[in-house]
């Protein structure tokens, strides 16, 4: 069964601190994975995707690696701010059904100011 | 191009009657997804579609639930006799086939509530 695990499943900190959300999934065959981003109540917006040639994306405060021999993701985000208080998810494309992404539950973050 | 856009936002209702929400993708994707999301879970695959044709269907979505793309554009997601169970958030999104990326954009989503 396809299944993605994160890690830890919610996360307090205080404004300022460096942290890092991870993520494992059970496919090695992946055509690529995504972190997305969810306020409460609402959709999901995409943070970084991260091909299955590549092995790690930055945007601004944001990098996300992949490690598909270990089936392994991690996100960090550098100098959290009050602002990044969300849930963040992570979801792999299969290599065997890729329209269908699998998501994890995610993780849910509170930065405290 | 505003991005995939889905009504209604909330959609409240009484236990045994049918809703129909409808997402529009971004133009030209010609793929277009439903997913569930309960609260505290990631959402689920329920259904997608290459233009028009309906491609594939999750176990999860049984007979009540109906999805259809006329034309290759637009899509609705009906559900009858709606059940307490089926309280969740209706994501739709949409992509570009290609073999270089396979980007998911999804919208807002319509929160369903049935009483």
């Known amino acids: 069964k396809q299944e993605v695990t994160q890690i830890p499943a919610a996360l307090s900190v205080p404004e300022g601190e460096n942290l890092v959300l991870n993520c494992s999934f059970t496919?090695?065959?992946?055509?690529?994975l995504q972190w997305f981003r969810q306020d409460p109540g609402k959709g999901l917006t995409s943070l970084l995707l991260i091909q299955s040639s590549q092995r790690e994306q930055t945007s601004g405060r944001l990098n996300a690696s992949l490690d598909k021999s270990s089936g392994r993701s991690t996100l960090y985000i550098a100098a959290s701010q009050p602002g990044d208080s969300a849930t963040y998810l992570c979801?792999?494309?299969?290599?065997?059904?890729?329209?269908?992404?699998?998501f994890g539950s995610g993780t849910r973050l509170l930065v405290r100011p | 191009d505003t991005g995939v856009s889905q009504n209604p936002r909330h959609k409240i209702t009484k236990r045994g009657q049918n809703v129909t929400f409808r997402c529009d993708p971004i133009?030209?994707?010609?793929?277009l997804y439903w997913y569930r999301q309960t609260l505290g879970q990631g959402p689920e695959f329920l259904t997608y579609?290459?233009?028009?044709?309906?491609?594939?269907k999750s176990r999860l979505l049984s007979d009540r639930f109906s999805a259809e793309r006329p034309k290759g554009s637009f899509s609705t997601l009906e559900i009858q006799r709606t059940e307490q169970g089926d309280s969740a958030m209706y994501l739709c999104a949409s992509s570009l086939q290609s073999v270089a990326k396979n980007i998911q954009y999804f919208g807002a989503g319509t929160r369903l509530s049935v009483l």
């Open positions: 579609f290459q233009n028009e044709a309906q491609l594939e």
């Open positions: 979801a792999f494309l299969p290599m065997d059904s890729s329209y269908k992404l699998i």
């Open positions: 496919d090695s065959a992946i055509y690529n």
């Open positions: 133009s030209e994707h010609n793929r």
